[in-house]
């Protein structure tokens, strides 16, 4: 597989078109990593390395609507994401006012910079993503934002799996 997907990636770091373009690509070819798809009986969040490399690493994630990120964001890495399947909910905070919430449908993709700040979770019972960053994803910030509008950040690895920082809700 990772022969599959390492021969469509350049030997350098990508901007955000050409992440969007690779996981509009891989999405539209199942053969790559249809074989992964799965949602464990006992719930959670399933995600699959597809490939990782110097300069990109691709990610395959299947949810339900209690899968919830937390907010977020993806330190000096660029990201891309394409639903293949169901739709996912994409939050970006607001100080002040409403946060927007976007559904990203099946066969919609998109793309977002370093700094980039957001949560997301499953709109629908199954759905499927596949997501791509560059350089490769090695910490993540994430965030917790109190009842007083106050926001914090904390740095994780990318090995750990993101959730709301306990005692915050999807909506702050």
């Known amino acids: 597989m ?12 990508l901007d955000r078109r050409e992440l ?7 999405a539209a070819d199942p ?6 798809v799965a949602f464990p009986a006992d719930g959670g969040r399933h995600y699959a390395s597809l490939y ?3 300069y990109v690493d691709v990610w395959l994630l299947c949810w339900r609507p209690e899968d919830d990120t937390g907010w977020h964001d993806h330190d000096v890495s660029s990201g891309a994401v394409h639903v293949v399947e169901g739709a996912l909910l994409e939050c970006n905070p607001r100080i002040g006012g409403e946060h927007l919430e976007t559904v990203v449908a099946a066969g919609r993709s998109f793309s977002f910079g370093p700094d980039h700040i957001h949560r997301l979770t499953g709109a629908v019972e199954r759905s499927v993503s ?19 509008g106050v926001m914090r950040r ?14 915050i809700s999807a909506v702050a």
Do not use: F, K, M, N
């Open 130 to 148: 596949i997501h791509a960053y560059s350089p490769p994803l090695w910490r993540l910030g994430q965030y917790s934002i109190d009842g007083t």
């Open 52 to 54: 990782r490399d110097a």
């Open 2 to 13: 990772s022969e599959h997907i390492s021969s469509r990636i350049p030997e350098r770091t």
């Open 31 to 36: 053969a790559g990593w249809g074989d992964l």
């Open 154 to 167: 904390v740095s994780v690895s990318y090995a750990d799996e993101l959730r709301p920082l306990d005692g």
């Open 20 to 26: 969007r373009g690779l996981v509009d690509e891989l």
